[in-house]
Each structure stands twice: as C-alpha cells, then as structure tokens.
C-alpha cells in the first residue's frame, strides 16, 4: 500500500530504506506511488514552515526523495494525461531540493545532482518517446526539466566542490602554485557535473551555446570550457550571470574558473574588453581580494583582477588604480595598498618599451596617483611605529612599504625621466609630505629605542 508506507519511508534515512522504496517504486501501482511522494512534500514542507526550519535536508534522503518515486514510477503510469501534465508535480519537487540541498552536505549535494541529471535523462527520453511528433508538447515538457536541473545545479553550485576555479588558477599560474591546496575527491564533484552536462545534452541544450546563460549554465561553461581558451564573445554574453554569481556569492567557483579561462592566457586575449564589462569587475572583484573568507578565493580573485587591468586600456586603468588607492570606506587597506603594488608593475611595463608613449611614463601619472600615495596619513607616525611591536599589523605602515618601494621604482628605472620623478618640484613635494615626516618619525623612533631603520640610506638621500 504505497500510501501508506511512503509518507513513513520517505523522510526516513535509516539503512534498507532505499531497497523497500525501490521494490514499492517497481511493484505498487504507479499513479499512487507519485500520489503519496507529492503528500510527503507538502507535510515536510508545512512541518518545516510551521517549526521555522531552516535545514530541510535534515533527517530526508533527498537522494532516495528524487530517484524512486519519479524516475521509477513515471514511466510506469498508462497516461490519461499529457507528458507535461505528469511532469507538472515536478515543480513541487523543484522547489523542495533547490531549498534542502542549500544546507546540504558536500556528498549530499554530489548525490542530489547526480539522481537529478538521471531523472531528467530517463524523462527526457521517456517525453521523447510519449510526445512523438507533438512539438509543442515536447517543448514544454523539455523546459519543465530543464527547470529543475538549473535550480538544483543552481542550489548545489557551492556544495559539490570539483574545485573548477582552483585547478584553472593553478593551470594558468603553474608558478605559484607550488603547493596544491585542491582535496583529493575533487574529482567526484566534477563526475556529477559532467553527469548533468549529457543530462542537458538529452534535451537538446548545449550550454557553451547558450545565448542567455543562468547560474546554472556557469557551473557547466565551467567545467567545459577548455584551459586557455580566450572566448571573449562567450565572457561577454555569460556576463550578467557572471555579475550576478559575484554579488549574490553563487556559483562564484565557476564564475571564477570562466574568467580565469578566458582572461588569464598566454598571450593575454587578443580581442579588446568592453568598458561595460571591466567596469563591473573593477568594481566588485576588489571586495573579493579583501573581504571574502576564504585565502583562496581572495588570491584568485586578485589575479583575475590584475589581468583585468592588465587588459584594460591604460587612461581606464589608471583611473581605476587611483580609485582604489584613494581614501574610501568601501575600499579595504589591504586593496590599497595592494592597488599601489599594479602601478608599479604598470610603471616597469611602460617604462620597459621606451619608443611607446604611455600614460604610466609620463608626468600625468605623477599627477594622478602622487596625491595619494606620496603622504601619510597617520597623524602620528610614531605611534603607530611604536604601536607595530604589540600588534605587529598596522595598515598604514604597509602602506607607506609600498609607497616608498613605488619611489624606488621610479628613481632606479625612469633614468630618462619620463614620469617627471626627478624634477625640483617632484622631489621637493615628496620630501615634504613623505620622506621628512618618515624620516622626522623614525630619528625619533631610533632615539628612543636605539634601533636603526633599515631604509635609512634611502630616507637620508631620496634624491640619489
């Protein structure tokens, strides 16, 4: 009696409980068995709501919820109905996993996708062998699941750690991934992936062909997309989805992993980058450098950002850089100060090709980015030295390393004086907003403590 047992089996999780729905899937009569699996929905989804459930997933076999009443069942039914009026309960399915796997474990979520990509394959070829010729009828029937696979792809984006963006990074960056921080199951991640990617293919849908991907469309351009390949046409129309898996920290891995495939190549791509695209990831991939938890993520994110950058032209990237290096509550320490160590590797660039004019070897730069960077902050310098022993972070002494590692540059590589470093005035300003009071601060300091600084050759004779 299907309606009696499943509204007890199918919550349950304990061990055997798969076989015996399995058996009542194959045996009991079809129409009850989808009958008593949408009852069970609608009971945990009220109890959840009732109790202010957040977990869903808790005490539910989300796996066993998906295989045995739909994928087993439904091609069972004699049909008095359409193949889209059956698959219509399907959007209660929907909504229950999309929510539950959210709080899913890792191989929870591996299974949820794995047992979603088969439903919509054994039902996309049952649909195809229903529907016939009836076009309209096969269309809609193919979006119903193709629905569901975007929201539970969508949901267990985050879950199934196949690692896609990590493995890129460190295909593009051979150099400085020295040690791999990629787990050794990294690989049933992107099995269950590879899995949903033919589930797609059985309804047509080719994803890397997609002229509106979704969040879920990231996740497989992600794992498809070969290493190295500069399809700037596919960044620009996945990028709204893209845009979208930054702000809301959705399917970021694969986010990352795309750009790190289009952008981060040797040669760098060739096609130009629209303003409407480097704009966007100026702007928010720097609170994922500084703020994101993850080191990961945070080293990524900054590589992706530098190429961008890189990439961009160079009146555009010099008026990002300044906003980055300027005083702002929205711009972390750690991204300024960051910001200043990209004008220095834009100065050796330009300052390398010396027959190429370039904003970055010339006066302009001096003018753009001196005010901020050429002048402390820290009212009292020597407190905040003394203050480094106890604490040993101090953003603004960092800062002033990377100012004063800039000036160097400057001094040691524009021997022709292109960026206007060592004129009378350049020098006069940098010595009175920076070098006198740092030089002022640490006589103190070394007076007090007898310590001697180790940039004292270069404080004592900046000019030289």
Not at 9 to 15: E, G, V
Not at 41 to 56: F, G, I, M, Y
Not at 176 to 187: A, E, F, H, N, T
Request: charged share 20%; hydrophobic share 45%.
């Amino acid at each position: 009696d299907a309606l009696s047992l499943l509204p007890h089996l199918l919550p349950s999780a304990q061990d055997g409980t798969d076989e015996l729905l399995a058996a009542i899937a194959h045996q009991c009569s079809a129409k009850e068995v989808i009958m008593a699996a949408q009852e069970v929905l609608e009971h945990l989804r009220s109890d959840a709501e009732a109790e202010d459930v957040d977990d869903l997933s808790e005490g539910v076999n989300l796996a066993v919820l998906i295989e045995c009443p739909w994928i087993i069942a439904i091609p069972r039914l004699t049909l008095r109905k359409s193949p889209s009026q059956v698959l219509a309960p399907l959007a209660e399915l929907e909504q229950f996993v999309s929510t539950a796997a959210k709080s899913a474990s890792v191989a929870e979520s591996r299974s949820v996708v794995r047992c979603s990509s088969l439903l919509v394959q054994e039902l996309g070829m049952w649909v195809e062998g229903r529907a016939g010729d009836n076009n309209a009828e096969l269309t809609a029937s193919y979006a119903i699941l193709t629905t569901f696979l975007d929201r539970t792809l969508e949901a267990c984006a985050d879950l199934i750690q196949s690692c896609v963006a990590q493995r890129a990074f460190e295909a593009c960056f051979p150099r400085l991934s020295v040690r791999s921080v990629i787990p050794g199951d990294w690989k049933d991640g992107q099995d269950v992936v590879l899995l949903a990617v033919e589930a797609f293919g059985t309804l047509g849908r080719h994803l890397l062909f997609d002229p509106k991907p979704n969040l879920a469309s990231l996740v497989v351009i992600a794992h498809t997309l070969a290493p190295n390949d500069p399809n700037v046409p596919l960044l620009v129309s996945a990028f709204p989805a893209i845009l979208t898996s930054i702000q809301s920290n959705i399917a970021l891995d694969a986010s990352l992993a795309i750009l790190l495939k289009v952008l981060c190549v040797t040669p760098p791509p060739q096609a130009e980058l629209p303003a409407h695209i480097i704009i966007p990831l100026t702007t928010f991939l720097p609170s994922l450098c500084s703020a994101h938890p993850d080191a990961s993520t945070r080293h990524i994110s900054f590589r992706i950002l530098a190429r961008v950058l890189q990439i961009a032209p160079p009146m555009l990237r010099l008026q990002v850089l300044r906003d980055l290096m300027s005083p702002s509550e929205d711009t972390s320490p750690r991204m300024r100060n960051a910001a200043i160590g990209l004008v220095k590797d834009s100065v050796l660039e330009a300052l390398s090709h010396p027959k190429t004019e370039s904003v970055f070897a010339s006066p302009f730069l001096l003018q753009t980015i001196g005010p901020f960077i050429f002048r402390l902050e820290s009212p009292d310098l020597l407190a905040t030295i003394d203050g480094v022993d106890a604490s040993n972070d101090s953003p603004e002494l960092a800062r002033l390393v990377e100012c004063l590692g800039l000036y160097y540059v400057l001094l040691l590589r524009d021997v022709e004086n292109r960026t206007g470093v060592r004129d009378p005035g350049t020098i006069r300003s940098v010595e009175s907003s920076l070098l006198g009071p740092i030089r002022s601060a640490l006589g103190e300091y070394r007076k007090n403590t007898g310590r001697i600084s180790c940039m004292r050759l270069l404080l004592e004779e900046p000019a030289r």
